[in-house]
């Protein structure tokens, strides 16, 4: 499947316009807001993984005796963004995370924008509180283009805060066969998101348990854990589902290391001969650093994509881009 036709056609005008309104209002709200953008690169050794690191897809280089080295496109630049708060505080970046996705569905992209920012000046509820503000800031600017009274909701109504757990008594109370330690899927979070209102809703304080059975929740090694849940967040939108997962860290070197070494992330570098030694710079910048951070992930398609489903239902996540990464769509 080809999009040059398309775009040449017109067919997706509005669909750039919309993006870069979006981003725009982003990029404006975080140097408001006393961001600093950074650039981290974006061929990375393990380190650049998120939780489920066989998502990763390989690189090879070479070093000067002509011997491979493996390396991954970046999916995440949230560790480098942890050592430059402890220089600048509040930072951010935005380009492209990559993911071997193995199915293809109207939810997933291998390449897509995401807006990551971290800070040393808020915790939990305070994530939340940014994470909502930067994503009225960016529905703010769709309605220039995409003027909706939903979309008008989003902007001037909270957004819904419940647990992990209450999410879970909620569901099954609608009749959802889920239990507590399951993750939550797509059919899950969108039934979520409509019963409390059709509003974005923050999840909060997820299980801890570094392993979990076959379709439990799975997350980052480094999120700091209060008893036994952690102290993170994923923001679901409606009609589209999670969006946004953001975690306060750790910021105990020692602990985050024992984490690291318990958790499924260390067993797949593991079993695919990774040494995970790569992540001792990371451990060092803790062990030297002050204090813990917070930050969060924004996949910035999954914003689009919940305003374009305000216009047409159903509405896949590759209509969100105008040259999407996928298995059907390679070229151009």
């Given amino acids: 499947?080809?999009?040059?036709?398309?775009?040449?056609?017109?067919?997706?005008?509005?669909?750039?316009?919309?993006?870069?309104?979006?981003?725009?209002?982003?990029?404006?709200?975080?140097?408001?807001?006393?961001?600093?953008?950074?650039?981290?690169?974006?061929?990375?050794?393990?380190t650049g993984s998120c939780e489920w690191f066989p998502n990763a897809m390989p690189v090879t280089m070479y070093n000067a005796e002509g011997k491979e080295l493996s390396m991954f496109l970046?999916?995440?630049?949230?560790?480098?963004?942890?050592?430059?708060?402890?220089?600048h505080n509040r930072v951010f970046t935005i380009g492209p995370s990559f993911r071997q996705e193995r199915k293809v569905t109207d939810r997933h992209?291998?390449?897509?924008?995401?807006?990551?920012?971290?800070?040393?000046?808020f915790e939990l509820d305070g994530l939340m509180n940014l994470i909502e503000l930067v994503v009225k800031r960016m529905y703010r600017a769709a309605m220039e283009l995409y003027p909706n009274a939903l979309l008008d909701n989003y902007t001037a109504l909270p957004f819904n805060r419940v647990t992990y757990a209450d999410a879970i008594s909620?569901?099954?109370?609608?009749?959802?066969?889920?239990?507590?330690?399951?993750?939550?899927?797509?059919?899950?979070?969108?039934?979520?998101?409509?019963?409390?209102?059709?509003?974005?809703?923050?999840?909060?304080?997820?299980?801890?348990?570094?392993?979990?059975?076959?379709?439990?929740v799975i997350k980052f090694f480094s999120m700091k854990r209060s008893a036994s849940t952690t102290l993170c967040c994923d923001l679901l939108l409606p009609?589209?589902?999670?969006?946004?997962?953001?975690?306060?860290?750790?910021?105990?070197?020692?602990?985050?290391r024992t984490q690291f070494c318990e958790s499924y992330m260390y067993e797949h570098l593991t079993e695919r001969g990774v040494d995970p030694a790569q992540f001792d710079?990371?451990?060092?910048?803790?062990?030297?650093?002050?204090?813990?951070?917070?930050?969060?992930?924004?996949?910035?398609?999954?914003?689009?994509?919940?305003?374009?489903?305000?216009?047409?239902?159903?509405?896949?996540?590759?209509?969100?881009?105008?040259?999407p990464r996928s298995p059907e769509y390679l070229v151009p």
């Avoid at 970046?74 to 220089?87: I, K, P, S």
């Avoid at 589209?240 to 985050?256: F, L, P």
């Fill in 170 to 216: 909620i569901l099954q109370q609608r009749g959802y066969q889920i239990n507590y330690g399951d993750d939550l899927g797509s059919k899950e979070e969108l039934g979520l998101c409509a019963i409390l209102n059709s509003l974005p809703t923050f999840v909060t304080h997820y299980p801890a348990d570094p392993r979990p059975r076959e379709g439990g």
């Fill in 239 to 256: 009609h589209v589902g999670e969006s946004v997962g953001g975690a306060v860290r750790e910021g105990s070197s020692e602990k985050c």
């Fill in 109 to 121: 992209l291998c390449e897509f924008t995401l807006i990551e920012f971290e800070g040393r000046d």
């Fill in 74 to 87: 970046r999916q995440t630049g949230q560790l480098y963004l942890e050592a430059f708060t402890q220089v």
């Fill in 281 to 323: 710079w990371y451990f060092d910048v803790l062990a030297k650093g002050e204090g813990q951070s917070a930050g969060c992930g924004i996949g910035f398609e999954r914003v689009v994509q919940s305003v374009l489903a305000l216009q047409q239902q159903g509405v896949s996540i590759k209509t969100a881009v105008e040259l």
């Fill in 1 to 46: 499947m080809m999009r040059h036709h398309d775009i040449l056609k017109g067919d997706y005008a509005h669909t750039t316009l919309l993006r870069s309104k979006m981003l725009r209002g982003a990029r404006e709200w975080f140097e408001e807001n006393s961001f600093l953008e950074i650039c981290v690169p974006h061929i990375t050794g393990a």
